[in-house]
């Protein structure tokens, strides 16, 4: 029969069901450092499952990160989508009106036969009309050009800004085109008046 000595250390702790010190086989001197095997063999588990832990959580992190930033970016898009959509109907709303305006302005030209002073009226209001327009307009895009510096980035802003002055010198242009031609009228018509 084969005896085994066991050696146990005075750290170990008795166990909980016997209340005796646990019986290890002799492996020479290393019965000694059992317990000390034993207790980094749990550390280094517990490290292992705690890399393993926040290796998982990181990559969570990450796929989290990446959903959020290509939600960013769509909702970019669709901001941007949404402001050119926004500014292309405005554009047209506002083309309409003058269109309009226009048209009455030549209605009145085909009307000239009336009298006078209502037609100097007509046009005094008309002009009247146009320059609270224009007013307006400005105004508009003012806001506008607030708007589109918070929510578009600086290179559409340059480009939306170089096609906005190129726009704005055009309109001016034909204002005064306009103005001048209205003051002629009204000179010519004041000559002829002063002639009877």
Partial sequence: PTHLVVMTSPYSAP???TGQRPVTPSTGG?????DAHSFMKNVTDE??????LIETEDEKRR???EELRRD????????RDELNKLRYEFEGFVKKKLDKVLSEATQLKKT????DTQQQQQINNLIADFDTLRESLFSIQSAWGKLVHNCVSPAQQEMMARQEQAQKAVQIQKETGA???TASKGFNRAGTMAQF
Avoid: G, Y
């Fill in 15 to 17: 166990s909980p069901s």
């Fill in 30 to 34: 290393l019965a000694l450092f059992s």
């Fill in 47 to 52: 490290m292992e499952q705690l890399r393993i």
């Fill in 63 to 65: 796929v989290e990160a």
């Fill in 72 to 79: 960013m970016q769509q909702e970019r898009f669709e901001r």
């Fill in 112 to 115: 000239a036969r009336r009298d």
């Fill in 179 to 181: 103005k001048r031609a």
